[in-house]
């Protein structure tokens, strides 16, 4: 019996939109992370930042919504878009101000084809994690979509600034600098 009012009482408490201890974007280990992205040369070094950074942006202390993305990025895995959906909207829900939540639903979305939504979903992630390179990359991929040269190679070149260690991204500027070139920005 106990058990079900502890968990009736955590479901009315997260309903209730407790903010959490920590989100991943408020971390303290972000700073140095992010110093190591700009100042390193080392490829090794820097691809152990991104890991970290994007393990601590994923990263809740909140049992459920810890536990929605756990199944979310479960789902995108299996290319479950539907689950996938269902569960970072349940965490956006829950949580309004835990960035990952938000850029992974414009994932998500990305991948259904509602750009739309996606992008209004990194607008989000990126107000409250400016340093979101991932989300600054998805929305390149939205406008490159989209046909809007300028505007992807202006949010990929906002990446490079923030991780310059991103080489794919890196050609794609240089192809689309080239392309684009002569254009006004």
Sequence with gaps: MKRGLWAAVAFAVLALGAAPLRAGQDDPRLGPLFDTLRTTSSDDAAAAAERQIWQIWIEHNN????RLMREGIAAMSEDDEDAALD???????????FAEGWNKRATVEFAMGDFDASIA?????????????????????IYLSLGRKDLALKAFRAALAIDPHLDSLRATVEELEKS??????
């Design 87 to 97: 569960a970072f909207d349940a965490v956006v829900k829950y949580d309004k101000n």
């Design 121 to 141: 979903d990194i607008e989000r992630t990126l107000a409250l994690e400016p340093r979101h390179f991932g989300a600054l990359s998805g929305l390149g991929q």
């Design 63 to 66: 049992p459920e919504i810890a």
């Design 180 to 185: 684009v070139k002569g254009t006004p920005l």
